[in-house]
Each structure stands twice: as C-alpha cells, then as structure tokens.
C-alpha cells in the first residue's frame, strides 16, 4: 500500500523545528529535571515563530499507558506542549524505542497525533521521510525481535495487569540495564558508509525520491548525503548535545541550543 503524504505549507517568517531523545526520567527524577526544564525553555524559545514542531521519539525514558493511569512526573513539558497546541502550533509525535508503549493519552489530552512507524511528510514541496529510526536498516535482529514482544498485544496485555508500582519500577531497570533496549551500543559513529541509517535511507531511494531523511535514536548528530541532493540528519539527543534540527522552508540544518 502506498504510503499517505502530508503535506504542509509553511507561512513566511515562520519555520518548523525537529527534535528527539530527550529520555525524560533517566537516570532519575532528580538527574532528568533539569534537563526537562533545559527543554521547556527551549520551546519557548521557537513558540513565536514555530510553524510545525515534530517530535521523534524517546521523550520519555518510560511510558505506559494503562486505561486510568499514565506515568507520574514531566508536568512541565506537557503543560508546555498542551500551551503550544491550544496556541494552534501542529505537534508531531513519532513513538521511539523508549515510549513505544503510547496510544491514545496524547491524542485525546493535547491534540498531538501520534506515529508508531516512519511518516512522508510534504514541507513546501520538499518531501521529508520521517521517523524515530529504530529497527530500521541492515543489522540489529535482537533489538527487531524484542520489539515484536513488546509491541505484541499478548504482552502487552501482560504487562497492564501487573501494579504499576512494580510495572514501572521494572521497567525503567531495564531501560537502563538493557543494552538492547537503553541503546548504549549505538552512540558511537560508525562511518558514513556503515551508518544503518544512512543505508536504510539509500535503499528507500531506490523506490521513491525524498529530499530529507530525518531520524534520532543515535544520539549522534549527523549530517550525511545520501544521494543527489538528499541528506539524511540525525538529531542528536537532549542528554549530551541539545541538538536540534530547523527547516526555514527552503534549507535544513542542525542547530545546538544555548540556554
């Protein structure tokens, strides 16, 4: 089935700004808030001229959403984000490795639509490819057959029946203590020809031409070309390098954020 593309149109002076893994909660409270606080104060930054804001997954270090109960803490950047939609500023949220566990919370609390796979995306005629980035390309077969256990509906099941007292306590231990799971194993550059993410991406240029493909997952930022005038970007992260990406409506770039 041929994928949907959305297309938008950005107004002048306005522009749409791009960023993920964040991994609120990590490695604690204590350790997480400023960094939540860091980015809050960031997207009050672009509020005044942000046309579109796309978020790429890990946001969090943990989420679940039981039927009543989602996981305590990050006040502040939900407040933030519920702010910026009732401000009429289109909020897109693509599931990472680390929040893959989201339905429906966002949707029907901030009116953010929510992404569990890679979305085309039209920017004045520019067509961005874009996703979380995990599972994607050659490689990584353990952490592709632990995400079809976790994302099963069996196991999911599973999992909303134990408290979330323990649930959530077990799952942030493995969240760090996982190699496949926490993703320590990746946040080393492998080389612009090794980079499974810039491989995936030239592979997917072989059906169809896209200008852009934005992914995070790596926490490396990155700027690789892919093909004739298409660049894969990577975002980097909220941890160690408070990247993120810009797009004016004509040109793509990575920026560092300076509080």
Known sequence: MKQP??????????????????HLGAPDTAASKPREKKFVSWLNTIEKDAAAIF???????FWFEYKTVVPKGFVRVLGKLA???????????????HDLWMNDYFKTELDIPVYHSPQVFELNAKR???????????????????????TSPFFQWLFRWMHPDIGVRVAQHL?????LISGDDDQEFLGEENEWLATY???????????????????????IEVGKNVTYYNLGDWINFYTYGIFDGTEFELKTFED
């Open 5 to 22: 593309v959305v297309q938008l149109t950005i107004p002048e002076g306005k522009k749409v700004y791009f960023s993920s893994d964040n």
């Open 175 to 179: 969240s760090v203590k996982n190699k």
């Open 55 to 61: 978020l790429l997954g890990d946001l969090f270090d």
């Open 83 to 97: 702010q910026l939609r009732d401000a009429g500023i289109p909020i897109y949220f693509f599931v990472g490795n």
């Open 201 to 223: 991406a030239k592979r997917k240029l072989e059906t169809a031409h896209y200008d852009y493909f934005i992914f995070g997952h790596r926490h490396l930022p990155m700027t």
């Open 128 to 150: 961005f490819f874009i996703g979380h980035g995990d599972g994607l390309g050659p490689g990584d077969k353990g952490y592709k057959r632990m995400k079809k256990i976790f």
